[in-house]
């Protein structure tokens, strides 16, 4: 009997090595699962809308009038609508037949095209390339002032020049002060290079050239000039013959006038506006592009005055301009 008790053997203290394993184990799924549900989002819309489907489908049935007919829900029904029946299309084959010795001529047309309307659309699409065109040519028009600006800027900033543009015309506004002594009609000698830069711009330029003498409303008789007719004019040629020299422009482009007093910029009521009307004009009249064809033209002369005056372009000189007065 000692022998027996002395032959038993115990389980060593302590765990089994396994459960260490086992911890590590399960607290790692504990650590998976609460990662889970941290990273879960809960709709909760879309919860109410499920809870109160199912409180519908399985509560307490609904309040029913006696005059209606019983009806079951589900939140099938509920939560979803049958969709719109659609035909099937039926592909049908249709054979006919005809007598080819039949003198007949059948056509058959799906769309009536009204000629007239379609000529009206034709020129209203001609019109609005026409517009865009010549928006085209005025901006350019535009441009070459500016660069003419920039060449002339000293004399601009001293008042003795003005540039600006009307459509295709660009005029370059030289006021007495500066070119012309009183009562005389011969430039000043250090004008020279103003007209210079001047005559560069129309050589590079296209467009016909219009000089024109301005004079105030105070009559001049002097042994030279019996008028301002005479005063206006001189200066004028004056200003031609400046820029003509050395034939770099060809003479053709050049139209020479004076007007006197005949068309003042401001009233003739004080000094300073009779100072602004004494004045020398070259108008540049750089009239159309040969981009634009004959049976453009057409339409410009017979339907097109509203583009022109919408535009603010004076039709005399744009359809009567001689291409060898161009350059």
């Keep these: 009997m000692a022998d027996e008790e002395h032959d038993c053997k115990c389980p060593p203290a302590g765990l089994p090595a396994y459960m260490g394993t086992f911890a590590d184990l399960m607290a790692l799924l504990m650590c998976f699962f609460v990662l889970l549900l941290s990273f879960s989002e ?60 039949e003198m007949s001529l059948e056509v058959q047309c799906n769309e009536e095209y009204d000629i007239e309307q379609g000529e009206q659309n034709n020129e209203a699409g001609i019109k609005a390339r026409l517009k865009q065109k010549l928006e085209e040519m005025i901006q350019q028009t535009e441009q070459d002032a500016i660069e003419l600006a920039q060449s002339l800027h000293d004399q601009i900033v001293a008042g003795e020049i003005e540039i600006e543009t009307q459509g295709r015309k660009i005029i370059i506004r030289i006021r007495e002060k500066g070119s012309f002594r009183s009562g005389s009609a011969e430039l000043v000698g250090n004008y020279a290079d103003v007209m210079e830069e001047i005559r560069a711009v129309l050589r590079a330029k296209p467009g016909k050239i219009e000089v ?74 750089q009239g159309l592009d040969a981009d634009i064809s004959d049976a453009d033209l057409e339409v410009l002369k017979e339907e097109g005055q509203d583009i022109l005056r919408d535009l603010n372009l004076d039709p005399e000189y744009l359809f009567e301009l001689d291409p060898s007065e161009v350059f």
Aim: proline share 6%; charged share 25%; glycine share 6%.
């Design 42 to 101: 809960m709709d909760a819309l879309k919860f109410k809308r499920l809870a109160g489907s199912m409180a519908l489908a399985f509560g307490v049935q609904n309040k029913l009038n006696v005059d209606d007919v019983p009806k079951g829900t589900s939140i099938i029904a509920q939560e979803f609508s049958p969709g719109i029946p659609d035909p099937t299309p039926i592909n049908e084959i249709w054979q006919k037949t005809e007598d080819v010795t």
């Design 212 to 285: 024109q003498g301005h004079t105030d409303n105070v009559p001049i008789a002097t042994a030279r000039f019996r008028s301002n007719w005479e005063l206006s004019s001189s200066r004028a040629v004056s200003v031609a013959q400046e820029l003509m020299r050395g034939n770099e422009v060809n003479p053709r482009r050049f139209q020479v006038s004076g007007f006197a007093d005949t068309k003042p910029l401001a009233a003739n009521d004080n000094s300073e506006n009779r100072a602004r009307n004494r004045r020398v004009e070259i108008v540049i009249q």
